[in-house]
T-cell receptor, first 117, second 113 residues
């Protein structure tokens, strides 16, 4: 186990549903990330939070809404998704986002496999 | 533009043989290089990283990688492959003043008994 948990592990939803993905890290880290992993595509960074503040939004559609209430928890709220949003959604955390250089190792959760019907 | 490339979608190796998974990068400034592994239905797991110092980096499960500045490469190696090494491997690069790391497209490693 990496110290990063994600729930649920699998989610099937219709296009009109609203659901949320949850991520929790037990590593004392201060940065958290959402990634999307689709088949045959590189890993796509979606959002970055440093000390609960969003510092990166990689042109993600507004039907994905992140929330970071504290440094240990990260949510991804989903509404009116499209079938092409079906993917594995990975959460990660790293220690010190104040570092000017990207030397920190990211630790990943097991992911949520999302299927949009 | 900053980028990382894994030129092989799939690498097939017989158990007990040495393996190499290739990675090249293009960044401005000093590169910081990572290898991650992903087993089926799991998240990415950190293997090793190069920040500075010795060009040969040793990591988990007997893997190592060599930073080659002149060839802008960071190939992952293991002297003797195990069937359990079969997985998806990702190379990633960060660099000075960057706020995020860039992942390669992944290489599927298959070790046959």
């Amino acid at each position: 186990e990496t110290g990063v948990t994600q729930t649920p592990r699998h989610l099937v939803m219709g296009m009109t549903n609203k659901k949320s993905l949850k991520c929790e890290q037990h590593l004392g880290h201060n940065a958290m990330y959402w990634y999307k992993q689709s088949a045959k595509k590189p890993l796509e960074l979606m959002f970055v939070y440093n000390f609960k503040e969003q510092t990166e939004n990689n042109s993600v559609p507004s039907r994905f809404s992140p929330e970071c209430p504290n440094s240990s928890h990260l949510f991804l709220h989903l509404h009116t998704l499209q079938p092409e949003d079906s993917a594995l959604y990975l959460c990660a955390s790293s220690q010190d986002p104040r570092a000017r250089e990207t030397t920190d190792t990211q630790y990943f959760g097991p992911g949520t496999r999302l299927t949009v019907l | 533009a900053q980028s990382v490339a894994q030129p092989e979608d799939q690498v097939n190796v017989a158990e007990g043989n040495p393996l190499t998974v290739k990675c090249t990068y293009s960044v401005s400034g000093n590169p910081y290089l990572f290898w991650y592994v992903q087993y089926p239905n799991r998240g990415l797991q950190f293997l090793l990283k190069y920040i500075t110092g010795d060009n040969l980096v040793k990591g988990s499960y007997g893997f190592e990688a060599e930073f080659n500045k002149s060839q802008t490469s960071f190939h992952l190696k293991k002297p003797s492959a195990l069937v359990s090494d079969s997985a998806l491997y990702f190379c990633a690069v960060g660099y000075s003043s960057a706020s995020k790391i860039i992942f390669g497209s992944g290489t599927r490693l298959s070790i046959r008994p």
